[in-house]
């Protein structure tokens, strides 16, 4: 444990991903002869030892991933709580690259090593975050349940403030109690603060004289590992997320944005657009993984907001996920233009058929979706005032994808209607939905 401690250390970790790269796809399980290939590849380094080389990895969704790789292939990854500051020197390095060594190596299907931290001749700047996040950092979240965040909030306090001043005093039950309880409530947790936290309390705990204490650094130091493997980004996706979604705070919430748009399609629509609006600006191209909470998820990992952004982002997700499913809409990126900013919309025709010429042409890659639904909906609304089955089918059939059904008849099911112009609400009764 002494490593931890050791500015001129650094951990290197993802060997069992690096080398079975299927490991980091969603749903893959790990297999024994993956775990022997993991276990093979760390002896190899244990027993050859052979010069490291440190280069940024361009390919990778983290912007300070910075990968080790050893006789011409990648082995693992620097932990990247490190990353940044190994970026920084890289950017000094000549050839871009920096040379090392390894110091200790752990052994076993989820092993890791150590390395020594590589020296240039001159100072160097540290990369920072380098991640925008002020457009999504709120003072509470909008939607999300508030005792995930108080339960973490509550506990950091106590840990930070009383425990760890007087850790000499501290009896390890209490302090055992206290740290399982927070590393329950930062499993899913991937904001910025959460890292920092995590190095302060591994830097102080295993400084301490007791080894049960050591041990506890040992145990949060492997969950700040864990926490950006396949296997924790699963658990969000298909237990955690779910839970935030059928949470009864959660549900009262987006039942109280339903009653605002007075359960009007199009109103929802609209919320639904200035969603898409906010979140096709998060950094990192995050938007385009949008539609798979696996992707989004691992991704948000790599770049780091911090809490209030990360509870803004979260927030947004779920208004989006929640209106979606209300509407039977895809979760997949919107790519399309909005409705407001396509020229023509209002000079459209209002007959169902037209329209679905239209979506025929448009609908091309997810392009035009959102403008076709509301369209629809307008027609039926405010023209075609029927529940027609056929009429329901035409709607029920619009989907992103070039399998638009047109009805070629130009017209409602009931008969013919005189072509109007479509009124879209004005900007003001637009402001006021949001």
Known sequence: MQELLNNDILKAVSVRYVVNPEL???????????????IAKLKWLDETRPRLVLKVDLQNKDPHAVMIRALGEKVAYVDRDFAPDIRGMLKEAPRGMLSTTITDVAVYKHGYFFIKKPTIGHAYTPEGIGVDWSNYQITEPFILPSEYFDSHDELSMVIEDELLPDLANVSVEELRMYIDRWLASVRYNQSREVHDEMQRYISMLSADNREEVRQIAIDVDHLRTKKGTSEVFMEMTEIWWQSILYDKGVNESFRALRQRCRNQRHQLLLILDKVEELMRQMPGELYNDVGDTYEFFSHLACLAPPMTALSGVLSLLAVRTLICQELDLPTAPFFGTRVETITDVKQMPTTIGKVMEFAEKQCKEYAEVLT???????LRQDYLGTRDEQVEGILNTIKPATNIFVDKNYGPCSGNIQEQKLQLPSQDATKQIV
């Open 24 to 38: 980091g796809r969603k749903g893959a399980v790990e297999t024994e002869e993956m775990c022997q290939k993991t």
């Open 372 to 378: 076709v639904q509301r369209l629809s909906d307008y």
